[in-house]
């Protein structure tokens, strides 16, 4: 009902920048949230960066500052500008929705196919 695709698979050398974005479409009634969670190899998911239909954002501490989201935008596209990436951020990242669906009054979490980010020289 709700699909989310992602863009922006790079390599990127460390103190380099790399935009992510994550385009929903389907049937949607409203976005409630829309982030960014990432997974490395052997660790958990964690949450990066969400932004809220009001335009609050939530970052994980070792993001700040480093980090934006922004977004979503006409096209339900919301982006992931990140700069001076680590070689520990290196990760699948991977988008996130709360949407309320247009054919039932009810928010749904949906995800995507997640999109690899390496951070090497």
């Known amino acids: 009902q709700v699909q989310l695709v992602e863009s922006g698979v790079g390599l990127v050398q460390p103190a380099g920048s790399l935009r992510l974005s994550c385009a929903a479409s389907g049937s949607i009634f409203r976005i409630n949230t829309m982030g960014w969670y990432r997974q490395a190899p052997g660790k958990e998911r964690e949450l990066v960066a969400v932004i809220t239909s009001r335009r609050n954002t939530n970052y994980t501490n070792s993001v700040k500052g480093r980090f934006t989201i922004s977004g979503p935008n006409a096209k339900n596209t919301v982006y992931l500008q990140m700069s001076s990436l680590k070689p520990e951020e290196t990760a699948d990242y991977y988008c996130?929705?709360?949407?309320?669906?247009?054919?039932?009054?009810?928010?749904?979490?949906?995800w995507g196919q997640g999109t690899q980010v390496t951070v090497s020289s």
């Open positions: 996130n929705a709360r949407v309320v669906l247009a054919t039932r009054p009810a928010e749904y979490d949906y």
